[in-house]
């Protein structure tokens, strides 16, 4: 499975970003997919997992509410809807495919990662 990940961008506070991971192979819809962030001078962290169906999803608390993961298996695609973004939400964010965790080894596949900054 090879990631492509986009949308990133600079937007103002309160704004909204869509992200999205396009997936080449034919096994996209047996894998959960997710998405990481990472801020510069920290370690990656998980924002948001769904399952290989679509029928589950998990985030970590500072997005609940805020972030959508949403996947389309017939387009190979996995999308991340950011509304009321937030300045702490700036970092690279990482699509990768792999089995449901919330734990970077356990995806086996990485996208190159996408910026996204939010001013104050």
């Known amino acids: 499975v090879q990631l492509q990940a986009s949308g990133g961008g600079l937007v103002q506070a309160g704004g909204s970003l869509r992200l999205s991971c396009a997936a080449s192979?034919?096994?996209?819809?047996?894998?959960?997919m997710a998405w990481f962030r990472q801020a510069p001078g920290k370690e990656r962290m998980f924002v948001a997992t769904?399952?290989?169906?679509?029928?589950?999803?998990y985030y970590i608390d500072s997005v609940k509410g805020r972030f959508t993961i949403s996947r389309d298996n017939a387009k190979n695609t996995v999308y991340l809807q950011m509304n009321s973004l937030k300045p702490e939400d700036t970092a690279v964010y990482y699509c990768?495919?792999?089995?449901?965790?919330?734990?970077?080894?356990?995806?086996?596949?990485w996208g190159q990662g996408t910026q996204v900054t939010v001013s104050s």
């Open positions: 769904i399952s290989w169906s679509g029928g589950s999803t």
């Open positions: 192979g034919r096994t996209f819809s047996r894998n959960s």
């Open positions: 990768a495919a792999g089995r449901w965790s919330t734990m970077a080894y356990e995806y086996d596949y």
